[in-house]
């Protein structure tokens, strides 16, 4: 097997480092999220946020009773 030319050599290391960079970012971004993102500062409306306690209250008094009584062992 034939050795590699310097300027082949020096393609692949650059090539190299810029796959290293998205990786490095794609990574960043999935756990800090993304800073432009326009969901981040969404705030839901009073009647939204109203409507969905009564649907958790719900959840909460229909499930509640189903397993009431089986203790900790389950």
Do not use: F, W
């Not at 590699?4 to 971004?29: D, E």
């Amino acid at each position: 097997m034939g050795a590699l030319s310097p300027s082949a050599t020096i393609i692949i290391v650059l090539v190299c480092c810029a796959c290293l960079v998205v990786v490095i970012a794609a990574v960043g971004r999935h756990y800090y999220g993304d800073i432009n993102d326009a969901e981040a500062n969404y705030k839901v409306s009073p009647e939204q946020a109203e409507y969905m306690r009564g649907v958790k209250q719900r959840n909460v008094e229909t499930i509640l009773p189903r397993y009431h009584g089986r203790g900790a062992g389950g």
